[in-house]
């Protein structure tokens, strides 16, 4: 090949890698790392929630992510591991990302992640209840978060209804449309009955479903449930409003009385 047969190949070579860039497509190392686990963690931070009830989620939050059977969870996906971050939420514009993405392949990462929740302060303080716009602020940290994940799971938690913002439910079916599942951790101590709302108009996809905690004291036990099943992968395909059942059995759990010993979602 002559020196003018040369720059022809390569001027041929740069137009097809621009015309590929222009189609919205990537040269392989540039695409996200494989993780077997995208998960965004969004936190109620609204008027509702107190100084000390925020802290007990963080706290929670942190301790699960030390815990053994966490730990094993995560041991499970292999070399994948997964890809974890930290939202804050409240109103319909008031979304904070309180701990970046992070990959979490072992004890120590997932315990550097804790550490991390545990110094993370509280970005956001009052403000109404908008899960839409809490959901869509969550899909927004997916798209572009350098990974790829073969699930892609949003765990809300909080204890109100939307007030304010996008109907949740609109928001859900999108994120199903696009292969993410939505679960939720229901905390019962102002609305007894917010676990059925959850389960009829924010929870989707495969496998979700909705714990509930009795209380922000609760919240620790019902997290740390919730954070196995979710890294574990859970074993059915459920549809918003059908039951789960409560794993609590694998750590030795007694559900409690009430409304929180119904945490597996069933109404």
Do not use: C
């Not at 996200?32 to 969004?42: K, T, W």
């Not at 409003?241 to 069933?266: C, K, V, Y």
Request: hydrophobic content about 45%.
């Amino acid at each position: 090949m002559n020196g003018r047969e040369l720059r022809w190949l390569r001027l041929a070579l740069a137009l097809a890698f621009a015309g590929l860039l222009a189609a919205g497509g990537q040269p392989r190392a540039q695409q996200g790392r494989v993780v077997d686990l995208e998960l965004v963690l969004a936190v109620d931070a609204s008027s509702s929630v107190s100084d000390e009830e925020f802290d007990l989620q963080m706290k929670g939050l942190a301790d699960a992510f030390r815990h053994e059977a966490v730990l094993a969870a995560i041991r499970a996906t292999g070399d994948l591991g997964i890809a974890v971050t930290l939202i804050q939420w409240s109103d319909n514009l008031s979304q904070s990302t309180a701990v970046d993405w992070v990959r979490i392949d072992s004890a120590e990462s997932a315990a550097a992640f804790g550490a991390a929740i545990e110094r993370s302060p509280r970005f956001l303080v009052g403000g109404s209840t908008a899960i839409g716009g809490a959901l869509k602020f969550a899909l927004r940290q997916m798209e572009r978060n350098g990974f790829q994940g073969r699930r892609k799971v949003i765990d809300l938690s909080g204890d109100g209804r939307t007030n304010q913002g996008p109907p949740p439910d609109a928001v859900r079916d999108q994120a199903v449309a696009s292969g993410v599942t939505i679960n939720a951790l229901a905390i019962l101590n102002e609305d007894l009955y917010v676990d059925r709302y959850y389960r009829r108009s924010v929870v989707g996809g495969t496998g979700a479903f909705v714990l509930t905690a009795s209380d922000y004291v609760d919240f620790a036990n019902s997290i740390l449930l919730k954070l196995i099943r979710e890294i574990a992968g859970a074993p059915i395909a459920q549809a918003p409003g059908e039951g789960a059942s409560e794993p609590s059995a694998q750590l030795g759990r007694r559900p409690g009385p009430g409304p929180a010993g119904a945490a597996g979602g069933g109404s």
